[in-house]
């Protein structure tokens, strides 16, 4: 199904699927939908995750530590999609694990485990024939991902096959926390509003209210990915579901009071 | 697998048949499409070819000389046996090829600051000399493994002026040194360029890395010709990411009388985690940018991967190898740590000469194949470095330390 952003900014929750353990990330994600999150990034682990920072790599090894893979990625989602179904679902992955799986196979199975959209950190447009035409085929979303290097060439590209919304990166750099949004990631969604009327979503280093409200100024979604996985690292056993509840409804203090459309 | 790759990919460049391409995050394309172009441009510029060929000359000390081994052509009975020895390039090892390339190139692009991922430290070291004679800043990424492993050559690199950064995660080989860089260079892209050391990664550096090493087949090409007045029977050289093998194998791929033969790290045997020979037990898949055989679980995942000798210890391989592999044209064999050890102490006690334990793979296979061939059969093994690096890892497996000798 679509997704839609009824706030302003909508927010998209990132979790490391399996980190620390598949029950928890499943409570988490249950928690956070009900705490105003409107798309969930289920990420699947990988042993070389050549974007992300020291938090996510260390969930990512927590999660392959107990052998977390692509099926239970799968299975968590056809239980969400189950007891909430009006969250939106997008599987976060490296191309490997999804290659190995086999792409038909991937892209037949994710539909009918209630995916709507997916993301491959590692794709880019160049080398998504093949890819794009399952995620058609099997009406899944393809999102990709934007960065402040990409030319205006590029962008255009991106934008033309994004489904869903499109990913701006909000500064150059690998996934994790920054004190202030680099003013890289307002240029960047106002130079891709020239090329879609997809929704944007601005991730990367967001991780406080402020942030929030200023996405909302210029974008329709922020991505919270580091922030939240270094509270479920941090958090004490079986706390993880209300701590990330409780950092989401301080995170809405950025929202808008107002609908976004 | 294949069905990843549509006719449309198979006409971008920098696919080897099947393998290759761009598999990066979107924020290092430009970087990559700026050094293609730059590349090009420089491909086409006379100036750039006569600064490097200068310095490869001048500097590095090429042409490296093909030598006939004959002490060992004789023990073994069979094939003469020639070895090019880009072991006695500057910095010892066939790495400063590359190097010397996109150091100038990186001067081109006005970039300042450079960075490299290093296994073995000899591609580490080659960029650090590389960076002092340029003037640029330089960054190392080596796995704290190897840093035990190579000590001499992280005093080296700091000695050159370079800052090593130890890399804790994973297996604390080249891999996890290659994730850290990639880290490195998506953050520091706009001023930093990434000297990557082998014919790995994302699209050109595959093509660009083997254009700078194939004046290695070049020259054993002339030489060959020049003393034997024919072409050698079969061209060996050790194979981690391939790039020694790539530059000696290049200009023989259309010669289909001249088998090319990589030799893979056996490690300690067959199962996965204990070897890294991508060709024996690995599969098709994406690995820091690129698309090849990889060691791999089920799942996907990495596998962990052992060998003696750090520069081969890695879990893909060079994408050209991979579409040399399933066309036939080349083949590729492995050689245990055990029998690299005893290559590597065969060819110093019979000719002088001590390999690096990479090369020495390369060595080991010619020990083998040698004796089945004829005395008009001539191998010639690209001797891709020298082995003072490891000389603590030698003097511990053969006991060489202490008073007496122990052999």
């Known amino acids: 199904?679509?997704?839609?952003?009824?706030?302003?900014?909508?927010?998209?929750?990132?979790?490391?699927?399996?980190?620390?353990?598949?029950?928890?990330?499943?409570?988490?994600?249950?928690?956070?939908?009900?705490?105003?999150?409107?798309?969930?990034?289920?990420?699947?682990?990988?042993?070389?995750?050549?974007?992300?920072?020291?938090?996510?790599?260390?969930?990512?090894?927590?999660?392959?530590?107990?052998?977390?893979?692509?099926?239970?990625?799968?299975?968590?989602?056809?239980?969400?999609?189950?007891?909430?179904?009006?969250?939106?679902?997008?599987?976060?992955?490296?191309?490997?694990?999804?290659?190995?799986?086999?792409?038909?196979?991937?892209?037949?199975?994710?539909?009918?485990?209630?995916?709507?959209?997916?993301?491959?950190?590692?794709?880019?447009?160049?080398?998504?024939?093949?890819?794009?035409?399952?995620?058609?085929?099997?009406?899944l979303l393809p999102i990709f991902l934007a960065a402040p290097t990409s030319s205006d060439i590029r962008l255009k590209m991106i934008a033309s096959v994004s489904e869903g919304f499109v990913y701006a990166i909000s500064r150059v750099g690998i996934t994790g926390k920054q004190q202030n949004l680099a003013s890289d990631a307002r240029q960047l969604v106002d130079r891709l509003r020239r090329f879609t009327q997809l929704p944007i979503a601005v991730g990367f280093g967001i991780s406080t209210a402020e942030h929030v409200a200023a996405v909302s100024e210029f974008a329709d979604a922020a991505v919270i990915g580091t922030a939240i996985v270094s509270l479920i690292e941090k958090a004490e056993p079986g706390t993880a579901p209300a701590v990330i509840a409780s950092f989401l409804e301080g995170l809405r203090q950025g929202q808008q009071t107002a609908p976004a459309r | 697998m294949r069905q990843i790759v549509s006719t449309a990919t198979n006409t971008v460049p920098g696919r080897f048949g099947a393998y290759g391409g761009r598999y990066v995050p979107e924020t290092l394309m430009a970087a990559l499409e700026e050094l293609e172009h730059a590349y090009a441009e420089a491909q086409a510029d006379p100036v750039f070819h006569a600064e490097l060929d200068l310095l490869l000359g001048d500097y590095a000390g090429r042409p490296t000389p093909l030598y006939l081994a004959e002490r060992l052509t004789r023990q073994l009975g069979g094939a003469s046996i020639y070895l090019k020895r880009e072991d006695l390039l500057h910095t010892g090892a066939h790495k400063i090829n590359n190097c010397l390339g996109q150091g100038l190139l990186a001067r081109r692009m006005g970039k300042h600051r450079v960075i490299a991922e290093t296994g073995a430290g000899q591609h580490g070291v080659a960029t650090a000399t590389v960076c002092a004679l340029f003037g640029m800043e330089c960054v190392v990424y080596m796995g704290e493994d190897d840093m035990r492993r190579q000590e001499l050559n992280v005093y080296r690199m700091r000695l050159l002026g370079a800052e090593v950064r130890g890399v804790s995660s994973g297996s604390r080989t080249l891999k996890d040194a290659i994730n850290e860089a990639m880290r490195d260079w998506v953050t520091n892209v706009r001023t930093t360029h990434y000297l990557l050391g082998s014919v790995l990664g994302a699209h050109p550096y595959p093509t660009m890395v083997r254009d700078f090493h194939r004046v290695i087949g070049q020259e054993i090409k002339q030489q060959i010709l020049e003393k034997e007045s024919r072409l050698p029977t079969a061209v060996l050289a050790c194979v981690g990411g391939g790039s020694n093998a790539i530059g000696a194998f290049y200009d023989f791929i259309d010669e289909p009388s001249v088998r090319l033969i990589g030799v893979e790290a056996g490690g300690r045997g067959p199962a996965l985690g204990s070897h890294a020979a991508r060709f024996h037990g690995g599969s098709p898949g994406v690995l820091q940018g690129t698309y090849s055989y990889l060691l791999q679980d089920d799942a996907g995942q990495v596998s962990l991967t052992h060998s003696v000798s750090a520069g081969l210890d890695y879990a893909s391989v060079g994408p050209e190898h991979a579409a040399l592999h399933d066309s036939g044209r080349a083949e590729y064999v492995s050689a245990s740590d055990e029998e690299a050890m005893e290559a590597a102490v065969r060819l110093a006690r019979t000719e002088g000469i001590v390999p690096a334990l990479e090369s020495a793979h390369a060595v080991a296979e010619c020990i083998r194949l040698a004796p089945k061939l004829a005395p008009d059969d001539i191998l010639v093994v690209n001797l891709s470095g020298r082995g003072d690096k490891d000389m603590g890892i030698m003097a511990r497996e053969l006991h060489l330390a202490g008073a007496a000798n122990a052999d």
């Open chain 1, 1 to 139: 199904m679509p997704i839609e952003f009824q706030r302003r900014p909508g927010l998209v929750i990132y979790l490391t699927v399996g980190d620390p353990d598949l029950a928890t990330t499943r409570d988490v994600a249950l928690a956070a939908i009900d705490a105003g999150a409107e798309v969930l990034e289920l990420g699947v682990p990988f042993s070389d995750p050549i974007a992300d920072g020291p938090v996510i790599q260390r969930a990512s090894e927590r999660a392959l530590a107990h052998g977390t893979r692509l099926d239970d990625v799968l299975a968590l989602a056809a239980e969400l999609r189950a007891l909430r179904p009006s969250a939106g679902l997008v599987i976060f992955s490296y191309f490997n694990p999804v290659l190995r799986f086999g792409l038909e196979r991937f892209c037949r199975r994710a539909p009918s485990s209630g995916v709507d959209g997916v993301l491959i950190t590692d794709l880019t447009v160049e080398e998504a024939d093949g890819y794009l035409t399952e995620m058609h085929h099997n009406e």
